[in-house]
């Protein structure tokens, strides 16, 4: 049982062993699985087994390294002197560096630890120099996106701040039941309507239906005040009913009985009177010719002040909505900046051809030769778009269905219409291009001329096809491809 788990651990042990290859041309190091043809990302060569492992290789000391590389190069280049007729790289005998390596086995250093732990460090050292233009993408989009995030927060909470600000609790509440005219300062507030006097002030909307109504309401531990409150919607309505049974209870014989009315609480913020301060100066007006007192005297008992009721600011109701929509792409993108992963499609791909640094490597070459347009690479080979927070990597073969849509949404019976480029990949994953109307026809012609064997275009017929079996929609565009790399 000891020498099956044995083998099993070796066996194990043997499938994560890659081999070491080397391009002379880029003299670069690349590892993958064993006994696979590899081309150089960048030169297109192909790429030549050293035959050694990358647990091997590891196990050398820097002289030892140097000296196989320096061989390995050495001796491919004198056999593309004798051959240089010969496209075939696979005649190349380096049974020489295998003699090499066997030579530097002798003198391992029994400390390789730390060999270990710098292989990685080491690759990318020849491969890119300090910082390939992956690596520095990589930063560049976490920042960016961190960015933007940032900024969407900013706005966001600036236009809800705005819109929202009676809401925000800064200060203490004063309960204008309890306190006296004079300890009234403006701030928020809140009352207790039981007794309204009459309403000085109303608004309308552009249809003529009332919407609004300012009432003296009374105020103070005496009552013997009354304040200006400002209400709307369903606050104003139970307002409207109170009022009409004050003024029912008041015209019926007997003492009428307050305490069966329907009171309710309203909180807000007091200020002085300002914007209906002539309505307000005007009912006074009325009420000191109708009783023969004194106007000033009346601004005493009805204190020029207003409770506004908490609301949301006047204004189109689409910027409230426009910052919450801002707010969520803010938390989105933080998200993915710190916790998600844009790579995942990259790794995958690295998994399929079993090397990590030659994945990296062919995005690298990507990203160095391709233009981007509208955040969109492509090549025969390679698709990858990069929006603000968005990351997508595929193999141009898997680049399925493109087509443009447009999404309309109403606010305040207005329509706003947002255009959109769909790419659907074979794995169910789709890179959303953001565009105006009339871009939307330009990322369309651009697509057609890197991405020729996608199928283009929107129908019911292809979505039910996409969504319940890609696969087939996958052999259309692999058809595609084969019919034209044939045409030449």
């Not at 200020?271 to 023969?292: P, V």
Request: glycine content about 6%; some cysteine.
């Amino acid at each position: 049982m000891d020498d099956f788990n044995d083998d099993m651990r070796k066996d194990s042990t043997a499938m994560d062993v890659k081999a070491m290859y080397y391009c002379s041309e880029c003299r670069k190091l690349f590892k993958a699985k064993k006994g696979i043809e590899i081309s150089c990302s960048q030169c297109g060569k192909q790429l030549t087994d050293l035959g050694i492992s990358d647990c091997d290789y590891a196990k050398l000391d820097a002289s030892g390294k140097k000296r196989i590389k320096e061989k390995a190069y050495e001796t491919m280049q004198e056999t593309d002197t004798r051959d240089h007729n010969t496209p075939d790289w696979d005649i190349i005998d380096l049974t020489s560096v295998g003699n090499l390596y066997n030579e530097e086995t002798t003198k391992l250093s029994t400390d390789s630890g730390s060999e270990d732990e710098t292989i990685q460090s080491e690759f990318k050292t020849i491969k890119y120099g300090d910082k390939s233009m992956v690596q520095q993408y990589k930063e560049g989009w976490k920042k960016e996106t961190i960015l933007i995030a940032l900024f969407s927060l900013m706005v966001a909470s600036a236009i809800l701040g705005y819109f929202f600000k009676d809401y925000i609790p800064i200060g203490a509440e004063q309960d204008l039941d309890m306190i006296t005219p004079d300890q009234i300062h403006e701030g928020r507030a809140r009352i207790t309507v039981y007794y309204i006097w009459d309403y000085y002030a109303a608004a309308t909307n552009t249809f003529g239906r009332e919407i609004q109504r300012s009432y003296f309401v009374m105020m103070g531990p005496d009552g013997a005040n009354y304040v200006g409150v400002e209400l709307e919607d369903k606050k104003n309505d139970k307002a409207y009913k109170l009022l009409n049974d004050i003024y029912e209870a008041e015209n019926t014989e007997g003492v009428p009985d307050y305490s069966k009315l329907d009171s309710f609480t309203v909180h807000g913020h007091i200020k002085k009177i300002t914007d209906y301060y002539k309505f307000y100066d005007d009912y006074l007006e009325m009420c000191a010719q109708e009783y023969g007192v004194n106007k000033e005297e009346l601004k005493k008992t009805f204190i020029p002040y207003v409770l506004v009721q908490n609301k949301v600011s006047s204004g189109s109701e689409i910027f409230p909505v426009f910052a919450i929509f801002l707010f969520c792409i803010g938390i989105y993108g933080l998200y993915k900046a710190f916790f998600g992963n844009p790579y995942k499609e990259v790794e995958a791909y690295a998994k399929e051809i079993g090397s990590d640094e030659l994945a990296e490597s062919q995005l690298e070459h990507l990203l160095e030769t391709v233009p981007g347009k509208y955040g969109i690479r492509a090549d025969d080979r390679f698709f990858l778009y990069t929006g603000h927070i968005d990351f997508r990597f595929a193999k141009s073969e898997d680049v399925l269905w493109i087509y443009p849509y447009t999404v309309t949404q109403r606010i305040n019976f207005v329509p706003f219409k947002t255009n959109y480029v769909m790419i659907r990949l074979k794995n169910g994953k789709y890179a959303q291009v953001s565009a105006s109307h009339n871009a939307a026809d330009d990322i369309i012609d651009y697509c057609k001329s890197v991405l020729p064997d996608a199928i283009y275009g929107y129908s019911k017929e292809i979505e039910n096809i996409y969504r319940s079996n890609r696969g087939h929609m996958a052999d259309i565009v692999l058809r595609n491809r084969n019919e034209r790399l044939m045409r030449g």
